[in-house]
């Protein structure tokens, strides 16, 4: 079993839209928690941590749910320039990447 | 600059040849990571390193594949014997030590790695 799973999508959806990506991960000892966004054949760049209590910046929204294991992204009102694949990272001793969910916001 | 630096941005090597990527962390960093990305594939990890050490290298190919960060200077990744399959996008991230929580990793720009 992969130590953090992301459906790969891709999800598309319309400007003005929100949507959400889950993420789950195996070791329940996982200590800290993250979503990157990498645009294409760029290097990823860190999006927000995520905390217990959750977190907003802006139009994202990230919850952790630590008794199913799960980590959420929300994003409203998408934007065009949002269309990216969103990396879940998970922090026990080393850091664990999900494969990324590609998300398309369409005109 | 504070980032973390990577070089060459583009390396061009063929068949048989070697491969050296330089990883230089960010200031206050002690840890670093190699990661691999094919075109259309997710980020695959290889090795990860502090000063000196080791610490788990269950990603990297049991040939030709080898990394290390010394004392001084950057961190290495070196892939022997260059294959075309090698091609691909190499990205180093850092982190600072162990017992500072909730601190992410950074990523280099990455060097894109294309095989003749």
């Known amino acids: 079993r992969k130590e953090v799973e992301q459906d790969p999508g891709p999800f598309n959806v319309p400007e003005g839209a929100t949507v959400a990506f889950n993420c789950t991960y195996s070791?329940?000892?996982?200590?800290?928690f993250f979503w990157y966004r990498q645009d294409c054949r760029k290097e990823p760049k860190l999006l927000m941590s995520v905390y217990s209590s959750g977190n907003e910046d802006g139009r994202f929204t990230a919850q952790l749910n630590r008794a199913s294991q799960y980590i959420s992204l929300l994003i409203r009102d998408s934007k065009l320039s949002d269309s990216a694949t969103y990396l879940c990272?998970?922090?026990?001793?080393?850091?664990?990447f999900g494969s990324g969910t590609k998300l398309n916001v369409k005109p | 600059n504070a980032g973390v630096m990577q070089n060459p941005r583009h390396l061009v090597r063929r068949r048989g040849q070697e491969a050296r990527l330089r990883c230089s962390p960010m200031k206050g960093h002690s840890h670093v990571y190699w990661y691999r990305q094919l075109p259309e594939e997710g980020l695959k990890f290889m090795v990860y390193?502090?000063?000196?050490?080791?610490?788990?290298e269950s990603g990297m190919p049991k040939e030709r594949f080898s990394a290390e960060f010394p004392k001084e200077g950057p961190s290495i990744l070196r892939i022997q014997q260059v294959v075309r399959g090698d091609s691909a996008a190499y990205f180093c991230?850092?982190?600072?030590?162990?017992?500072?929580?909730?601190?992410?990793?950074?990523f280099g720009d990455g060097t894109r790695l294309s095989i003749l």
């Open positions: 390193l502090q000063k000196e050490n080791i610490i788990d």
């Open positions: 991230a850092s982190s600072p030590p162990d017992g500072v929580r909730n601190q992410p990793q950074h």
């Open positions: 070791n329940s000892a996982s200590q800290s």
């Open positions: 990272v998970v922090h026990f001793n080393k850091f664990y």
